[in-house]
């Protein structure tokens, strides 16, 4: 069946990973997404290894189910074509710097708005355009110590530590992606686009809970807590004779299992581990109680007795045995097409629901394709291409 964005087009003027992961999931759902890059081609494509077939699996992770075309569009035939592949499409997504649209007769208030009015342009930032640091350039990185969140995570004695995953592009990839979406159904009702813009610093500031939360509310400086939760006890990781195992307890029944499995019932009559309150306060009481008692169990025995009876708890693997474990083959988590494999589609419709339909681009592999649909006449192509205004991935291809 056709995705749920089946008849959607987006041009994907984005590189690295905020952009490319919005225009990623619109795909996975049925959008039709042109990949424009630069001459050089989008930077991720080095970042490797490992590579396969030519493509780093950094690049393959947000670039799946697009076309690629190449083109300089800070070249006056450059914008042209960008504005032939506009006057069919929905959604503009960008993460130029501030201005750089601008720069090249292709802003929105000067230009699409008037020439395209449905249209709904999506710029990603670093920290927006205005403001004491709008304009400036953000990586994720960088953004993950200047919000806050390296300060949270890691071990309380080990200092301020990048999160392991990408987590403020990602985050900010996914909150592109809902307001392109909404910007899209309020479109059916006005008939209008707009503007969009998705900083990653504001992106990371929305991220922080509970420690923002907490903090505005206590007046107090968030820390990191390791493992453990800062509201919540016991939700932290144990070490058990066979492995490491999480325990994630939101609520006092859930304690009063936990406890009935491990053969602990008299502890629930503790005052100190009455309720949730009781057992913050208690932490490090109760901590070494359950340490203690879990040290002589199996984390992979405990892991289906716990879910079983109704206890948040899992085995600490590595990414590799997560891969591999019977329930992510179950679900479709891990998928190919060719040569190409990564992660499966996580949201499923019942109707409509999405797919994979084509691996990530080779670099330029889509562009003469690209220019023809668009009307271009092969004397006109031969034009682009002779200039350099385009680049054509397939000779390249042959050259080498």
């Not at 690629?68 to 710097?97: C, Q, W, Y």
């Not at 809902?178 to 500031?205: K, T």
Request: hydrophobic share 40%.
């Amino acid at each position: 069946m056709a995705g749920a964005l089946q008849g959607i087009r987006v041009i994907d003027l984005s590189r690295v990973l905020g952009g490319p992961y919005c225009t990623q999931v619109l795909a996975d759902h049925g959008a039709e997404v042109i990949k424009v890059e630069p001459p050089q081609g989008d930077e991720t494509r080095g970042w490797g290894p490992p590579f396969n077939d030519g493509l780093s699996a950094y690049f393959s992770g947000a670039n799946r189910n697009k076309r690629s075309i190449s083109i300089d569009i800070g070249k006056p035939d450059g914008r042209d074509i960008v504005l032939r592949l506009l006057e069919t499409a929905d959604v503009l997504v960008h993460n130029f710097k501030s201005g750089a649209l601008e720069k090249w007769g292709l802003g929105y208030d000067a230009v699409l708005k008037t020439r395209f009015p449905k249209l709904i342009l999506c710029h990603v930032t670093g920290f927006g355009a205005d403001g004491p640091l709008g304009g400036l350039p953000g990586y994720d990185a960088v953004v993950q110590a200047m919000t806050g969140l390296m300060s949270i995570n890691g071990d309380p004695d080990g200092g301020p530590m990048r999160m392991g995953t990408p987590i403020v592009d990602i985050g900010t990839g996914l909150i592109a992606c809902n307001a392109i979406l909404a910007a899209l159904v309020e479109r059916g009702r006005s008939g209008l686009g707009q503007a969009i813009e998705v900083p990653l610093y504001d992106s990371a500031l929305s991220l922080l809970h509970p420690q923002a939360a907490n903090a505005l509310m206590s007046g107090k400086v968030p820390v990191a807590t390791g493992n453990g939760h800062p509201n919540i006890v016991p939700y932290d990781m144990f070490q058990t004779r066979t492995g490491r195992l999480y325990l994630a307890l939101g609520n006092n029944g859930q304690f009063r299992k936990l406890c009935e499995v491990l053969d602990l019932g008299d502890l629930p009559a503790d005052p100190r581990f009455a309720n949730n309150a009781a057992r913050l306060a208690h932490r490090a009481a109760l901590t070494r109680l359950l340490s203690e008692h879990l040290a002589t169990h199996d984390a992979r025995t405990l892991e289906p007795q716990l879910l079983g009876a109704g206890v948040p708890a899992g085995v600490v693997r590595t990414v590799s045995d997560a891969l591999v474990h019977p329930h992510t083959s179950h679900r479709g988590m891990v998928v190919s097409k060719g040569s190409y494999r990564g992660t499966g589609i996580p949201a499923r419709l019942s109707r409509t629901p999405g797919d994979i339909r084509a691996a990530p681009p080779k670099f330029a592999e889509h562009s003469r394709q690209l220019l023809e649909e668009a009307g271009f006449t092969q004397t006109e192509i031969a034009r682009l291409l002779q200039a350099g205004i385009v680049i054509d991935g397939q000779e390249l291809a042959t050259t080498d």
